[in-house]
């Protein structure tokens, strides 16, 4: 069982079977017990345009994930400081490579989009997809170079033909069969796997494709490997990192109608680097919860809160968002939807964007996930940038107004619909939420040996022990 983004505007369910055979489902027929990698015999029916419908399921279910009670709500990032090792990922590149036709990236190329710090489409920023990540999750999650692999995988045969359609699932199988003789490494004992393949293959027209929410930071089982997988026909950074967000369970970042319009967002299909959004990095985990303020609908006063800029580590004393939840800005009709308030500054992996976007308040819609789904999302959808003075309102009648910015530091206020504060007032009369708390105080050194050892060894350098 996967979910898949295949870039033409749908999140998508499909089925394998053990030979190969892929089977497109139609999504809401799906039971909702079921996640990617898991494996249950299923009675389909055929539809229209090769889709099918599941008619019923039948025992046992092999699970090859966490259920979905073993999801938690809380943020990884504070999480991690307490109960859960770093996210560390371990990565098999394949360069696939047959008799009449290879990747344009070489597996040189392939290893300066991970590590080498660079520029795209002439913009100032100097990034890498490592990088991108480890920035972004504020050093949680992260490819570390000894747990990444880039090797070629001869298939020893021509491409794949037109009349072969688009093979990726049955091509999958055989690379790792291949992949596994000819290099002596395992693709289903590493979390995440790119196929690196020709341009020309098959009827595929998409330039990424990956599957969606196969290893979201915040289940618990970190042992889970080999279900993660994305195609690629181009080395650029942007699109693999985009690939990989997929599998972390983001889906797309839009703007009205285009499901790739938000181009603040590397989620989006914009050739610069941009940066992942406030509202993905809390559906990873990446901004605890600490540092994000809920706003509560018991206010009747408008509430004014300091954000900071988002490419920065979440910050004692200061919130990095906020975050309104809001039941008739819900697009899917499941659960309740969030819009998130945050600040973003040209710093960072924000520096290329267009200069409208530069300082401003962003309003994002974070849309609800899918019951039972709660590692793969639905996507963004940008409601609003906003300068100094300006203000948005919401479907649900809150509004949001920029009451000052300076620096690396936004006041924002928000009201609610019952709130008899008029727009023009809300940046006087708001009151000020509690602040995130301090961290606990530093404990002293250690008494005895270590201090003293620590000084006598470097006794040249101290005058006195």
Same mark, same amino acid.
């Given at each position: 069982m996967e979910d898949f983004d295949d870039h033409s505007h749908r999140l998508t369910s499909v089925c394998i079977t053990d030979d190969g055979t892929m089977y497109t489902l139609e999504d809401d027929s799906v039971p909702q017990s079921l996640?990617?990698?898991?494996?249950? %015999?299923?009675?389909?029916?055929s539809l229209k345009d090769g889709i099918y419908r599941v008619i019923s399921s039948a025992a046992p279910l092999q699970r090859s994930a966490p259920a979905a009670a073993q999801y938690s709500s809380r943020?990884?990032?504070?999480?991690?400081?307490?109960?859960?090792?770093?996210?560390e990922r371990s990565l098999l590149v394949m360069r696939v490579v047959y008799d009449n036709g290879e990747p344009s990236c070489t597996r040189e190329c392939i290893e300066r989009g991970l590590w080498e710090m660079q520029s795209l489409s002439g913009g100032a920023v100097q990034g890498s997809m490592t990088d991108l990540f480890s920035n972004n999750s504020y050093g949680y999650t992260t490819f570390p170079r000894e747990l990444t692999r880039v090797i070629d995988v001869p298939m020893g045969r021509p491409l794949p033909s037109s009349a072969s359609g688009c093979p990726y699932s049955t091509e999958k199988l055989e690379v790792d069969r291949i992949a596994l003789e000819t290099s002596g490494l395992d693709p289903s004992t590493f979390h995440h796997k790119e196929y690196f393949i020709p341009w020309y293959f098959g009827t595929c027209n998409w330039i990424g494709f990956a599957n969606v929410g196969c290893r979201h930071p915040l289940l618990t089982d970190r042992s889970r490997s080999g279900n993660c997988w994305s195609f690629?026909?181009?080395?650029?950074?942007?699109?693999?990192?985009?690939?990989?967000?997929?599998?972390?369970?983001l889906m797309h970042a839009s703007l009205g109608t285009d499901e790739y319009g938000d181009e603040t967002s590397v989620m989006s299909n914009h050739a610069y680097w941009s940066g992942f959004s406030a509202a993905d990095r809390e559906h990873l985990g990446w901004l605890p919860d600490e540092h994000i303020y809920d706003y509560s609908p018991l206010w009747d006063m408008p509430v004014d809160v300091r954000l900071h800029a988002l490419h920065l580590p979440p910050q004692h004393q200061q919130y990095a968002a906020a975050r309104i939840r809001c039941s008739t800005c819900d697009i899917y009709g499941v659960g309740y939807s969030f819009v998130f308030v945050s600040f973003i500054t040209p710093s960072s992996y924000f520096a290329d964007l267009p200069a409208r976007f530069h300082n401003k308040v962003f309003v994002r819609l974070q849309k609800a996930h899918a019951q039972g789904r709660p590692y793969t999302g639905r996507g963004t959808v940008r409601m609003a940038h906003l300068s100094q003075g300006e203000s948005y309102t919401?479907?649900?009648?809150?509004?949001?107004? %920029?009451c000052h910015i300076q620096g690396g530091t936004a006041? %924002?206020?928000?009201s609610s619909q019952t709130s008899s504060v008029s727009r023009e007032e809300l940046c006087t009369k708001g009151v000020y939420p509690p602040l995130p708390p301090m961290p606990p105080p530093t404990p002293g050194p250690p008494q005895g040996d270590i201090?003293?050892? %620590?000084?006598?060894?470097?006794?040249?350098?101290?005058a006195s022990e």
């Open positions: 996640q990617s990698g898991d494996k249950q %015999v299923l009675t389909l029916e943020s990884a990032a504070s999480m991690a400081a307490s109960y859960l090792p770093p996210d690629l026909r181009t080395s650029w950074p942007s699109i693999r990192t985009h690939e990989l967000g997929h599998n972390l369970g919401l479907q649900s009648g809150h509004t949001i107004k %920029v006041a %924002v206020a928000i201090c003293t050892n %620590v000084c006598k060894a470097n006794r040249e350098r101290y």
